[in-house]
């Protein structure tokens, strides 16, 4: 009987084993199919004929040109995601993405393309910086400037940004039940200096410069006068560049377009009486069957017009063996321990700029680099350290500045020594000065009974702790702290813009400018997306501008993909297994698509783009919010 139970106990203890052994398995040989089923889906290539919504196949035919239909929702990037995070999107879905790189490479084409009759548009929620709009916008305007081919917009409704960008259409049509609200930029400034002194809080501010607000907040319930100044200047220059280029695209006076974002709110009708839409309904169907509105051939999409002619004209266009454009990016708040590489969004640290830079410097494929900046900036330590990395990178080879939503403190810090800063019309920038607060909880023991006691032996005894005030002493000494880093801030904008040096004292503060402002006086030297700051940087490193080349990443400590598989070698694995540093050949400039090839490594390449997505200008930390609608 005992044996029975033993042999029981024993078959139970195995059939368990075998369950978990299978399960395994099952789980393994999903995954696997999961995986290859991903990576074919990647090596598919393009059909000759185009695959409808339907299934039907539709040819392109240049007797009966087809209208281009451009779908924009979700979120505008500046690059496709990597590798690994296009692979999870296709297998579990995921947010739609605008790439503009590979939308300006498609339109390129669909530009000169007999068989592509127009563009239509259709504009739905849509999230981007400022920047990200100026830079999609100038895009679709190219298309109809080479092609001189008409561009529809059909909007749902409007906001402030999504008809800036509609306003480069030829007609605009709105939903009849859609709304337009352009209030233009406003700033929403918080002050909550009584509330914390309510609660039992001082705060003593030290700034050099005196539009340096960053803690008014903290000490006032109101603007200060330089803060006013300082607002409504950059909310008229942010407008007025608003104005001037929806005037421009709706043919309209700059008078008559300011009216329409005074009174800010429209319904579709009043929208048609105005001017601001040419009239409402809905766009066409895929079918013109099925749609009151006659198109001469069904709609092509944008994803099958870029299937079907994938590597038309790459191969002539692009250059691979002169080496590329490197592309670094500073994303966030600048800190001496941030987390600025391929898989984190944290921020800007110098270990990992340092990385980057050393990165190429030393690799000879690099012959020119771009340095991508959107940050407001944040430690002054760690944003010298920066700077001289970009000066040694900047004093080796070419280096060109892109500012993005915006590149303010010590974001313009480490843009200073650039050959040449590239900013957007709505970059927020400037901001030269440098600040400090010395906060005191003195009054928390008469209102909560907390009381605050500090063992040390530094005569900074009430300044380090909470429970005082700081002493006239401590305050004279942060003082002259702030003065010499403000100095030394101005000395850099000085020697890296070759600006004397009371020139550059004028115009620092701490004043934040638009980027417009910025290169009015001097501080950023063309307008213009990172397209224009690639352009610029293959015109220093002598290549030809009609051109595409490589737009070299660094890869970090981690696998390479592309290159473990791109001519692979025993030494060549054994580096990739182990870890070891390599780098990449990223998409093709002025576009994400490679010249046309089944090889996995060619394929897999148009996936290899691992860059951070900007963040819109939402929160300004510390003391700003801005709308924008």
Not at 211 to 234: D, G, H, R, V
Not at 324 to 334: C, F, Q
Not at 543 to 571: I, M, N
């Amino acid at each position: 009987m005992a044996q029975q139970q033993r042999n029981i106990v024993v078959r139970f203890f195995f059939g368990v084993l075998r369950f978990i052994r299978n399960y395994f398995i099952t789980i393994g040989v999903i995954t696997t199919l999961l995986w290859v089923g991903a990576i074919l889906l990647l090596l598919r290539g393009p059909a000759i004929d185009f695959e409808s919504v339907s299934g039907s196949s539709v040819a392109l035919s240049t007797q009966h040109p087809s209208p281009l239909r451009l779908e924009l929702s979700g979120k505008i990037a500046e690059n496709q995601p990597g590798f690994s995070e296009s692979l999870m999107a296709h297998i579990l879905g995921g947010d739609k993405s605008i790439y503009l790189p590979e939308l300006r490479l498609i339109l390129q084409r669909a530009a000169t393309d007999g068989r592509i009759s127009e563009l239509q548009v259709m504009l739905m929620p849509l999230a981007g910086s400022p920047a990200n709009y100026a830079e999609l916008r100038r895009i679709i305007a190219d298309f109809h400037e080479v092609g001189n081919k008409p561009i529809r917009f059909y909007l749902a409704a409007a906001q402030d940004w999504g008809y800036y960008l509609a306003s480069v259409g030829t007609t605009i049509t709105m939903n009849p039940a859609g709304e337009i609200s352009i209030p233009g930029p406003a700033f929403q400034l918080i002050y909550f200096g009584d509330a914390l002194k309510k609660l039992g809080i001082d705060i003593d501010v030290v700034r050099a410069g005196k539009y340096k607000s960053a803690f008014e907040p903290f000490t006032t319930n109101k603007p200060s006068e330089p803060t006013l100044e300082e607002y409504n200047s950059l909310q008229k220059s942010l407008l007025d560049h608003i104005v001037a280029v929806v005037a421009h695209g709706r043919n309209k006076p700059e008078a008559t377009v300011a009216g329409w974002y005074k009174q800010s709110i429209y319904t579709a009708e009043a929208a048609i009486k105005a001017g601001i839409i040419d009239g409402v309904g809905y766009p066409p169907a895929d079918h013109s069957g099925n749609s009151k509105v006659e198109v001469t051939s069904d709609p092509v999409s944008l994803d099958d017009y870029a299937a079907a002619t994938h590597g038309d004209k790459s191969k002539k266009e692009s250059v691979k063996d002169k080496g590329g454009i490197a592309l670094i990016e500073a994303v966030g708040e600048i800190s001496l321990s941030g987390g600025n590489n391929p898989s984190s969004k944290d921020g800007i640290s110098p270990d990992e700029i340092h990385k980057q830079v050393a990165w190429a410097l030393d690799n000879d494929e690099v012959k020119a680099v771009v340095l991508r900046i959107s940050s407001p900036g944040g430690s002054a330590t760690a944003s010298d350290m920066i700077w001289n990395d970009i000066k040694l990178l900047a004093d080796k080879k070419p280096l060109v500045v892109s500012m993005g939503a915006y590149a303010a403190s010590g974001g313009y810090y480490i843009a200073a020594p650039a050959r040449k800063i590239v900013a957007e019309p709505t970059t927020i920038t400037g901001s030269i000065g440098v600040i400090g607060m010395l906060p005191s909880a003195k009054a928390f023991e008469e209102k909560w009974g907390v009381s605050f006691y500090t063992v040390t032996s530094s005569d900074r005894r009430d300044m380090l702790n909470m429970g005082s005030r700081a002493s006239a002493e401590d305050k004279a000494l942060l003082e002259k702290t702030i003065d010499e880093v403000y100095k030394v801030f101005l000395q850099r904008v000085s020697d890296g813009r070759h600006m004397p040096l009371d020139k550059v004292a004028a115009l620092a503060q701490g004043r934040v400018y638009t980027g417009l402002q910025g290169k009015g006086l001097g501080l950023v030297d063309e307008i213009g997306g990172l397209h224009t700051a690639l352009t610029e940087a293959k015109r220093m490193a002598g290549f030809d501008v009609t051109k595409l080349y490589p737009v070299l990443h660094y890869e970090g400590d981690g696998l390479s993909l592309r290159q473990c598989l791109k001519h692979p070698s025993p030494a060549k694995l054994a580096k990739c297994l182990g870890g070891v540093h390599a780098t990449a050949a990223l998409p093709l400039l002025s576009g994400l698509q490679t010249p046309n090839s089944l090889q996995l490594e060619s394929r897999i390449q148009e996936w290899i783009a691992g860059t951070r997505r900007e963040r819109s200008l939402l929160l300004w930390p510390g003391y700003l919010s801005v709308q924008w609608q």
